[in-house]
């Protein structure tokens, strides 16, 4: 049986118009009306909290100023000076944790200025008129940088390079640039194939060569590329997903969210992604979110998210489990998955143990029940992947350890994003990682050409 | 309950709100529709001699806002009515009739000349209108023509056009002034010497309402060319009131009735000019930008806050503001303010630390813990009472100023407050004092 009720996972459970509306822009950008008027709620205070709370330092005032008083472009450029991917954090950062936690408006009214709104007013604006050049690349160094993993690291530690006219090799095992910027966040997030457009606008500052489809530990070596460069930058990632710590036969209908989330992201047609009539998503952050809210937008009927702790536990912000719980996903908390039902070669249900918290202990109490599936999402983090930079590379809790400007345990080689320990995993963070190391490296570079940086 | 009737030169209204002399009141239309909401009485649209004058087809209004987008002022290029003499003559003797309780005042503007002015009085004396209002005011399009504030610009020519309505007319007679001019008393006691029953003020301002960037026209235009306007609206109110404080307060014209005009839009406004001693007030933008009916909210805010105060009548608080109205030299030196931050309702925002710090007295101080705790203080010692951090707090009454008492140490020079009051013409700095002591 095909359409909404049929059990199984399968593609086009949705009329086609369905699709469209269901992927279209969760938060529909601004107006110039509701930005001017949002933006005049700005206190413009002084050593502003939201500047303070963001991770990449944006001077919020100003860009927001500049929005109010219509110079968009300057209001732009205040955001990617200080970072690079800001089009994208505006649409991804957990603003209210972040920026707009600290904004002195919460005080008196409980509603900061929409600041991520903001600051995606500016910077898609300022990528719909084209994107014209912001910056201008220093006159050539000489000197070349090779940048591993074209996520939000990789690409912002690129760009700060260039800028500072090293030549820099970008190269990623994806067949496209972006990484979790392009394969990692729900579609509806990012609209419009705007991880594309910033990074056109990215690399458009020109002494960036990207190479697709190169994957570290089999197309070329750490050690090739300290042969043939005079740094390195590893933006990695998180390669390898966690598993659920019980069997895992073999079944159809068993994935890991981040190729589902992968699947749905690369395909232009989302009619053609298949999806559960009832799906169970493991785990309790953003990737967790993003699967299962996705899962119903395919026309899923049933989505649980699945988490072994309490709601406070969760990574997901409050807002994340928000959208979730409003777009008809049930959100199961202290849960643990203990067996997977599989009949016939494919998912048919979980099995759950009930847990607590005993002295701050989790323990299963015994209790188990049964959610019928045929679909399990696998949304329990992901790790690092160390073997292809080898084991020169000094790690800390599974991940690379480096100082605070990323640099490693190896001379010359720096790291950030995920693949560094330290930080919460979030997109803004990794353009930080990515900006001080560039600092850093250009530091260097410069010091080795005897010109003081 | 208070009594918001008016009795201004024994023209009465049930309340105090007249509606300006301005596009409102150019038709019966208009003036009935004004009646019905509740308005205490009209100054007719200025009526002139036929030929009629014709207004531009193009902008007449532009406006500037604020930040949430609300009016804050308002310009006009508009001239006096466009509709023929006897149109508007038969129109208000029909609204005169209908409405005898409500003021019908007749703005006029004819040339300056005595005959022009004979001419037009009776005509206006038939309709039944209560009184005339003199526009020596409007500062575009007419005053080319020697009108309007180019009357109004000259104290000898209003107080001549004065006499001759004194003259031809038995009517109360205000005078509407101009405040494109140096210094308001001297039309204001020019309108007296001729004998004029009352002033009203203020008229529009002369303006430009800006550029636009893309054409490098000047905004609003008329073809690509644009002409300056009359401004209004709550952005003229300080002019406005200060004029009509150096009126009141001028010993020449003191107890002079004075009807205010100039950004009137709530009660409150209304309010502060019968504090400041006027008998009626004149409302135009408030209803260009809201509509009639925004003259009840004014009548109940009025209401309740003579009720509040315990004011029966409206005379009962006019003027009561006036005599604290100075010039600076009469201020006491010996009072000392200072900046006090309710730590409670401070949100934080910094802005009173920047402003001071860098374009005052660097006395607050801005402390940051290690939690990053943001903490914002006064510091005494370098406060000289600007209300500088008061004015531009975002947060209503969390900076206020504190008055130090007798006894009290001003931290700032160490000296102790006195109680005693003394000001510049008794300061040791002032060369003037020594000389004046000198003199016999």
Not at chain 2, 26 to 38: H, L, S
Not at chain 2, 175 to 187: A, G, M
Not at chain 2, 290 to 306: A, E, N, P, T
Request: net charge negative; glycine share 10%; proline share 5%.
């Amino acid at each position: 049986m095909n359409g909404p009720k049929g059990c199984g996972v399968r593609a086009g459970r949705l009329g086609a118009d369905q699709y469209a509306e269901n992927f279209s822009d969760a938060h529909p950008p601004l107006t110039w009306a509701q930005a001017s008027i949002e933006a005049e709620r700005c206190y413009y205070c002084f050593d502003a909290p939201c500047a303070t709370a963001c991770p990449t330092s944006i001077d919020v005032p100003s860009f927001i100023a500049r929005i109010a008083q219509d110079n968009i472009r300057g209001a732009a450029k205040t955001i990617l000076e200080s970072n690079p991917l800001g089009g994208m954090c505006a649409r991804v950062c957990p603003t209210e944790v972040l920026c707009e936690q600290a904004c002195v408006r919460n005080t008196n009214e409980d509603k900061p200025v929409e600041i991520g709104a903001l600051q995606r007013y500016a910077t898609d604006r300022f990528m719909a008129a084209g994107g014209a050049p912001l910056f201008t690349r220093a006159e050539p160094t000489g000197k070349k940088v090779a940048v591993v993993g074209a996520g939000p690291a990789g690409l912002a530690c690129a760009h700060l390079l260039a800028l500072q006219g090293h030549d820099v090799s970008l190269l990623d095992a994806k067949p496209k640039l972006g990484g979790l910027n392009e394969y990692g966040l729900a579609s509806y997030k990012t609209t419009d194939d705007f991880a594309q457009q910033e990074i056109d606008w990215l690399l458009s500052v020109g002494g960036i060569a990207p190479r697709n489809n190169q994957r570290l530990g089999r197309d070329f070596t750490l050690d090739s590329l300290l042969a043939n460069h005079d740094a390195v930058f590893l933006g990695l990632g998180l390669g390898g997903v966690n598993d659920l710590g019980i069997a895992e036969p073999s079944a159809q209908g068993l994935r890991n969210a981040v190729d589902f989330i992968a699947d749905i992201r690369q395909a232009s047609d989302k009619s053609t992604v298949p999806v559960g009539r009832r799906v169970v998503v493991i785990g309790g952050g953003m990737t967790a979110v993003d699967a299962a809210v996705q899962a119903r937008l395919l026309g899923a009927e049933e989505v649980s998210i699945v988490y072994r702790r309490g709601q406070d536990a969760m990574s997901a912000s409050a807002v994340e489990q928000q959208w979730a719980q409003t777009h008809g996903v049930t959100i199961r908390l202290w849960a643990a998955p203990q067996e997977l039902l599989v009949e016939d070669g494919a998912v048919s249900g979980i099995r759950l143990a009930s847990t607590q918290l005993v002295d701050g202990k989790l323990q299963t109490t015994g209790e188990t029940t049964v959610l019928a599936a045929d679909m399990v999402l696998k949304a329990i983090g992901q790790s690092y992947i160390a073997e292809p930079a080898g084991a020169r590379i000094a790690l800390k809790g599974g991940r690379i350890a480096t100082d605070e400007d990323g640099q490693t345990s190896l001379e010359r080689v720096w790291a950030g994003g995920d693949c560094r320990w330290g930080g919460r995993d979030l997109t803004v963070e990794a353009v930080e990682h990515g900006k001080r190391a560039a600092g850093a490296m250009h530091r260097l570079l410069m010091r080795e050409v005897g010109v003081s940086a | 309950m208070a009594d918001i009737r008016s009795n201004f030169l024994g023209i009465r209204s049930p309340n105090p709100f007249w509606l300006a002399s301005a596009p409102p009141t150019d038709k019966e239309i208009n003036v009935t529709r004004a009646f019905e909401a509740g308005w205490g009485g009209v100054v007719w649209k200025t009526l002139g001699e036929d030929p009629h004058v014709v207004n531009v087809n193009g902008p007449r209004y532009s406006t500037l806002l604020s930040q949430d987008r609300r009016v804050m002022g308002l310009n006009n290029i508009e001239l006096i009515t466009d509709r023929p003499l006897q149109i508007n003559l038969e129109e208000m003797t029909r609204v005169k009739r209908a409405w005898p309780d409500r003021a019908l005042i007749a703005s006029l503007m004819v040339p300056c000349v005595e005959e022009s002015w004979k001419r037009i009085l009776p005509m206006v004396e038939d309709t039944g209108a209560d009184g005339i209002e003199l526009n020596f005011g409007c500062p575009h399009g007419m005053s080319e023509r020697g009108m309007g504030a180019a009357v109004g610009q000259v104290p000898e020519y209003i107080q001549m056009v004065t006499e001759w309505c004194k003259h031809y007319s038995r009517l109360p007679v205000i005078v509407k002034l101009t405040p494109n001019i140096t210094d308001v008393r001297f039309p204001a006691r020019a309108a007296k010497a001729g004998g004029a029953d009352a002033v009203s003020l203020i008229n529009t301002i002369n303006s430009v309402m800006g550029v636009n960037l893309d054409t490098l026209v000047m905004h609003p235009s008329t073809d690509g060319k644009g002409s300056h306007g009359g401004y209004c609206g709550p952005a003229v109110k300080p002019i406005a009131q200060n004029m009509v404080a150096e009126i009141a307060r001028d010993p020449q014209t003191a107890g002079l009735p004075i009807s205010g005009i100039g950004g009137i839009t709530t009660w409150r406004d209304a309010a502060e000019y019968i504090a400041l001693g006027c008998g009626t007030v004149q409302v135009c933008t408030a209803a260009m930008v809201y509509g009639f009916k925004i003259v009840q909210d004014m009548c109940d805010g009025l209401s309740q806050y003579m009720d509040a105060h315990g004011f029966q009548t409206i005379e009962d608080f006019q003027g009561r503001a006036v005599p604290t109205v100075r010039d600076w030299k009469d201020l006491n030196l010996n009072h000392i303010d200072k900046a006090v931050i309710d730590q409670d309702s401070c949100i934080q925002c910094g802005r009173c630390h920047v402003v001071c710090e860098d374009t005052s007295h660097q006395a607050i101080f801005y402390q940051k813990g290690d939690a990053g705790e943001r903490r914002f203080e006064v510091n005494e010692a370098e406060c000289v009472g600007c209300n500088l951090c008061v004015s531009i707090c975002p947060v209503p009454d969390t900076i206020s100023m504190r008055s130090l008492q007798p006894g009290e140490v001003d931290a700032r020079t160490g000296k102790t407050v006195t109680g005693e009051y003394a000001n510049w013409t008794t300061h040791p700095n002032n060369p003037s004092r020594v000389a004046a002591q000198m003199s016999p």
